[in-house]
């Protein structure tokens, strides 16, 4: 019988669920079934922005109620959240765009749950950070993700200083405001380098501008408008990875006693090649191991 499973002594309490729902980053066709369902099963909706989820609640039929959980109540809101869903409420976790956490709010509602033995689940979707990389055609083998770009320039200049050694392609939000104090700064630091300013993806008036940093620096020499991910590729006189030093590196860890496997990783986190390069590399040093 439906009220006996509560009322029995010693039964355990009812225990709710964390869902963790990427959302449409402009279109919202891009919506996944699993997504919708996610939201149309929650007993309620935690969201940064209820007008704006509101019409995401009705694109996907959901009619569950909503609470805000922004960046100036996240703190206070994650506590409430978790005894919501330890009396076995199932709660969507929602921001305005993208995964909740990826330079949204989110990150505290998922860890206060993690603790609290409160499962978490996510459900995948859109992304700026994958679809700025996909047009932008920059290797993408590996990347950094830095967030929004730093307000001030002395700070960008840093950042771009500090991600120049060992080269690899960076990835970020910015402004249209700030845009071209980014461009104007890595024209003057690297003016050959590749630059893809990707602006409004997934919407109507999608745009994406491929070229130098210093050309486009003058294109967008006036803020344009809508949403920019940017994404910078390596340097264009980036010296190609030394085999030499790679393979001697790589020799050390083996005999260190890490497999082949990890010890590409290794090479890999320490920006000594891609990671499937160093395992390919890891691999012929071990193969020469065994021949002798």
Not at 70 to 75: I, L, M, T
Request: some cysteine; hydrophobic content about 45%; overall charge neutral.
């Amino acid at each position: 019988m439906g009220g006996d499973r509560g009322g029995r002594e010693g039964a355990e309490p009812a225990r709710g669920a964390l869902v963790v729902v990427a959302t449409p980053i402009g279109n919202l066709d891009d919506l996944s079934p699993r997504a919708a369902a996610a939201l149309r099963d929650a007993d309620l909706v935690a969201c940064e922005d209820t007008r704006r989820t509101a019409r995401l609640l009705r694109h996907a039929g959901s009619s569950a109620p909503m609470v805000p959980a922004h960046q100036h109540n996240e703190a206070a809101r994650a506590a409430d959240l978790c005894r919501r869903m330890l009396a076995g409420q199932t709660v969507a976790l929602v921001s305005d765009a993208g995964a909740p956490g990826v330079s949204d709010p989110g990150a505290r509602v998922v860890a206060a749950a993690a603790a609290a033995g409160i499962p978490v689940t996510v459900v995948p979707g859109p992304s700026a950070v994958q679809a700025a990389l996909a047009a932008s055609g920059m290797p993408a083998g590996r990347f950094v993700f830095v967030g929004f770009f730093p307000r001030r320039p002395a700070e960008r200049r840093e950042l771009l200083a500090a991600l120049a050694d060992p080269p690899m392609t960076m990835v970020g939000f910015e402004s249209p405001r700030r845009l071209p104090g980014l461009l104007a700064d890595l024209a003057a630091h690297d003016p050959e380098r590749p630059v893809a300013v990707c602006r409004e993806l997934t919407k109507l008036h999608e745009e994406v501008a491929r070229d130098s940093a210093a050309r486009l620096a003058e294109r967008f020499a006036e803020p344009p408008r809508g949403e920019v991910t940017v994404v910078i590729g390596p340097p264009a006189n980036a010296p190609p990875p030394d085999e030499s030093r790679l393979a001697a590196g790589l020799e050390s860890l083996l005999d260190a006693g890490l497999g082949p496997a990890r010890a590409a990783e290794a090479a890999a986190a320490l920006g000594a090649a891609p990671r499937n390069e160093a395992y390919r590399a890891a691999l012929a040093a071990a193969e020469r191991r065994r021949a002798r």
